[in-house]
C-alpha cells in the first residue's frame, strides 16, 4: 500500500507519519525554505518504508537509521 502526504500550514512538529492510516503530515511553519520541506517528506515516507519491511525495530533505532540514510551522502563521501 502506498503513502500519501498531506500538508498543514501550521503544527508543532516538523512533519508526522501515521501508520494506521499510511498518511505523512507536513507541517510548513516549522520549515525555513523548500529544500528543508523535501528534507522532511522524505524523513516521514522513509518512516512508510521502513514499516514496509520485516525488520523489528524501535523508534530510536528508526529515527537514527532515517538519520544516517539522510546523511548517507556526506558520511560516505
Ligand atoms: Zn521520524
Redesign the pocket.
Known amino acids: 500500500m502506498g503513502c500519501t502526504v498531506d500538508f498543514r500550514a501550521t503544527g508543532d512538529d516538523r512533519?508526522?507519519?501515521y501508520e494506521e492510516t499510511h498518511r505523512c503530515l507536513i507541517f510548513l511553519n516549522s520549515h525555513e525554505n523548500l529544500e528543508d520541506i523535501y528534507k522532511t517528506i522524505n524523513?516521514?515516507v522513509?518512516?512508510h518504508c521502513i514499516e514496509g519491511t520485516d525488520i523489528t525495530i524501535d523508534e530510536l533505532q528508526?529515527?537514527k537509521l532515517?538519520f544516517n540514510i539522510q546523511w548517507a551522502d556526506y558520511s560516505i563521501a
Open positions: 512533519g508526522c507519519y524523513h516521514e522513509l518512516h528508526e529515527e532515517i
